[in-house]
């Protein structure tokens, strides 16, 4: 009884439907199987890190490793440089759904392009569901001491790692100044999941974390333009600067000014409405007009959909909200942290290339003015009580905010493979270190894990 | 003060990052706009038509058309054969955020196929609700009734359609069974959408229609294949019909049997695992995998996801999975309908085009037969005390499917202009009509608007 699998999969309905038809068939299948890698990446690993008392969203950066470009090839994408052939799901739809190699180029690009958004759009709705479990009158409150801290971890660790790069290693000062400003940013993704993890997120020191990271971004943003026309000019230009420093200071304070006239009305709109879903439509909506908006004036959006959330968080409709975004962001979130983890090449700890080795003893100085550069920030807080050192530890990640700057400054050629190896092996390693050192100095209980992951 | 915003808008920075990063910036900015475009469409069109005592979704509909191909152009796409400058929103970001006419024409590509492949997943989530909510021992029951309704409602008006085109309009063969085909298949998500909103999905009129209209689904698949193959080689490949048909028995049967040994390990699981969002993940893996499954064996997407809430319904999580999908469905499924929308092109009804007004006539034959031909399957059924007219009635929006028949009779060339244009027109009408006419059969009661939109 031998039964030839392939003669019913290769069967010829295919040929009667167009070519499009048949390849965007494709494309939601790959779709599919890719949020189910995902899924199962991001619970397998978030539920073993939980077991052995480490933050569940450092399991699902692990899991994104595991499923990316380091390891099996589940989640890869075509920015790194991968083909369709390297791709697993796509070999899998080869050998399963009969997908031909001429097709598969094009399902490939365009299933990565459709992962690549709905993670953009994670982060944006866990930024927007930060945003709602903050409080503005705490933050605001809190706004000095977050704006000193913000300062503080952009100015340290630049000035330090550029002196360092130059006096310690010699390196020239374009290539030392883009390592000094891939110190600076800020993950607040992770820090945010991880301190939503914890139940720490509206503590005084989670706010001032939260706060800091946001002024970060912006900071970051700032510097990255700074760096970037130096290296390409050798000269600052000095009104982009002052440009990005209005817009972003216009954006924060006219979105909360204008916001609140708003949620008013929104919440009249709401309450007038009859129809499934009209709380959070409309909340989306708006996020997604100010992250539009943040977006297009160079800031980012995920700072939009944090404002969004800080306002609508003003309004009786809270709670209500919080309810709904949550499963949204439960299929949503997963996918931004396995994206970081799968789009993370562990390639650059390989000893066995030459450019990493020379970058080893660079990575550790980077490592430690990273960890340094941050953890002092706790210790200007002035209000009495607080964790400072938690502070600082909160600020450690870089995330992906640091590998823009590798990437920016390795497409520009300032940036030797060394160097470039050293940023990355930087950027790993603070974002990997942060989630579990963050949950030993928040000193929180054993069974604080399950009291945040309440709503299943 | 002559302020010059642009300026502002074209600020240099972005040459700094490199074009892809700041295409993919453009890709997720269209996608933000886009989205805030469906959710208004859906939201202000579900509204108006809840006030007037109409389906919601009959104004999701409705407003999808008013921002697509048909009137504002928010919403197009490149399978219609719009280009980029034809998308008013890629024309907002070439007015507010500097966009390349070089670049519109990637960006518009992309987040066209971002937004076409949510609308798809919106369909597979809504048929996985709808799934959640029915109950397969009530489906088995009604299962004969069912059955004889699907055939009856694909036979009648594939043979009177055939036949009346033929004879009456003197139409060839192949395009006279093309349309015929056009006029069997069911559009499950409509019919199933104004069910649950006038809370009788669960009657047993509305079993029967769920369960005719998934045989109808395979049915149509079926007819497809048949009318496809005699169109290009002239003759019908009878393996595959075989095919077909064993495929999809084997579908079903297996994935319920094999779900009901796999569903109690599920529990098992889901009461182990200690995460946020344990239950939601791991349910839409599943209905993931049995979609793609079902995808990659032609039959479609939406039945494996149908199956899997089917499966998941026995557990006793039911009821706290039911909850959580709901605003999932919220944000995902209103794409679907309004995608629906935007790409019904009503230049079809214009009488200026010669080809439109031959068709009209035969549009109304064909409006006829497809009314007609799906209302008497509703006296079919034996079971005392059912709404006959009602099943019949839910019987009848052809919806997408129909147009994928139209689609594939235009490109093979089998169909003239106007059998085409008579086959849209039919569509759409059928379409638009069943919502309202389902709500009149089954005479509900004005308050249970409310109580259809209750979870907000």
């Known amino acids: 009884m031998n039964f030839d699998l392939s003669l019913f999969l290769t069967f010829p309905i295919a040929a009667a439907t167009e070519t499009a038809a048949e390849e965007s068939t494709f494309v939601l299948a790959g779709v599919l ?15 073993l890190c939980a077991r052995i008392n480490l933050p569940p969203v450092l399991g699902e950066l692990v899991g994104g490793v595991i499923i990316g470009i380091s390891a099996l090839h589940l989640l890869v994408f075509p920015a790194s440089g991968a083909a369709a052939g390297d791709s697993l799901i796509i070999r899998i739809m080869e050998a399963t759904a009969n997908l031909s190699p001429e097709a598969a180029q094009s399902v490939f690009a365009t299933q990565s392009e459709v992962i690549s958004l ?5 982060v944006i709705i866990l930024l927007f569901e930060i945003g709602l479990e903050s409080d503005l009158a705490e933050l605001i409150r809190v706004g000095p001491q977050a704006a000193v801290v913000a300062t503080v971890g952009v100015v340290a660790p630049f000035a330090a790692g550029t002196a360092g790069l130059i006096f310690l290693f010699h390196i020239a000062p374009i290539p030392a100044i883009f390592a000094g400003a891939a110190l600076t940013a800020t993950s607040i993704g992770i820090t945010a999941k991880v301190l939503a993890e914890i139940g720490q997120l509206s503590s005084t020191e989670g706010q001032i974390i939260i706060g800091a990271a946001v002024l970060d971004d912006i900071l970051g943003i700032i510097v990255l333009a700074v760096v970037a026309s130096l290296s390409k000019t050798g000269e600052i230009e000095i009104t982009n600067v002052i440009y990005l420093i209005i817009s972003a200071a216009v954006f924060l304070v006219g979105a909360i000014l204008l916001g609140r006239l708003i949620s008013p009305l929104w919440v009249g709109l709401v309450n ?25 004036i160079h800031l980012e959006a995920i700072l939009g959909a944090f404002a969004a959330g800080l306002i609508l968080a003003e309004t009786d409709k809270r709670r209500e909200l919080e309810e709904q975004v949550v499963p949204v962001a439960d299929i949503f979130v997963p996918l931004f942290f396995v994206c970081v983890g799968a789009k993370t090449d562990l390639s650059v700890l390989n000893p066995a290339i030459p450019s990493n080795r ?26 009495p009580g607080l964790k400072k050192l938690a502070v600082g530890v909160g600020m450690i990640p870089r995330g992906e905010v640091g590998l823009v700057f590798a990437g920016v400054g390795s497409a ?14 930087m950027v790993i390693f603070t974002t990997f270190l942060a989630p579990p050192l963050l949950r030993v100095v928040f000193k929180e209980p054993a069974t604080a894990v399950e009291s945040a992951s309440s709503p299943d």
């Open 33 to 47: 199987l890719s949020l189910v890698a995902v899924y199962a990446a991001s619970k397998i690993g978030g539920e």
């Open 412 to 425: 520009s050629g300032a940036l030797s493979e060394s160097t470039n190896a050293a940023i990355i092996m």
């Open 118 to 122: 709905l993670a953009e759009l994670g």
């Open 272 to 296: 007038s409405m009859k129809t499934r879903g009209k709380l959070l439509l409309t909340a989306l909506c708006f996020a997604f007009i100010l992250a539009y908006i943040a977006a297009v």
């Open 358 to 383: 020379e970058g080893l003893i660079i990575a550790l100085f980077l490592i430690g003015v990273a960890i340094v550069g941050k953890v002092i920030t706790g210790f200007t807080l002035w209000q």
